[in-house]
Nanobody, 122 residues
Framework: QLQAFGGGLVQAGGSLRLSCVASGRTFSSNALGWFRQAPGKEREFVAAISWSGRSPYYADSVKGRFTISRDNAKNTVDLQMNSLKPEDTAVYYC?????????????????WGQGTQVTVSS
């Protein structure tokens, strides 16, 4: 139902834009988010946005560098990533929350995409 794409290999300081497309159902009444998981580490919250597109919320580690946005008409959520750092290297997952408003807990997200690899070289 959710498919993420746009990952790749980029040098430190570069940019990537991840996109996530929902199919089979609409998520216009759900908050949407991005999580990531680096090798050997637990999955962590990156960013989320409410059902209306207001109130984006970011992890401290990406604040000021990443921007989350959504288009309910297209059933998509994007993550613009600028000033990338090697520590941003991870598999990135988009997810749909069970709730309207922003939440950062993975357990609150009931639908997950398959993940897209982002690798930032130093």
């Amino acid at each position: 139902q959710l498919q993420a794409f746009g990952g790749g290999l980029v040098q430190a300081g570069g940019s990537l834009r991840l996109s996530c497309v929902a199919s089979g159902r609409t998520f216009s009444s759900n908050a949407l988010g991005w999580f990531r998981q680096a090798p050997g580490k637990e999955r962590e919250f990156v960013a989320a946005i409410s059902w209306s597109g207001r109130s984006p919320y970011y992890a401290d580690s990406v604040k000021g560098r990443f921007t989350i946005s959504r288009d309910n008409a297209k059933n998509t959520v994007d993550l613009q990533m600028n000033s990338l750092k090697p520590e941003d290297t991870a598999v990135y997952y988009c997810a749909a929350s069970r709730y309207l408003l922003v939440t950062t807990r993975g357990a609150d997200f009931g639908s997950w995409g398959q993940g897209t690899q982002v690798t930032v070289s130093s």
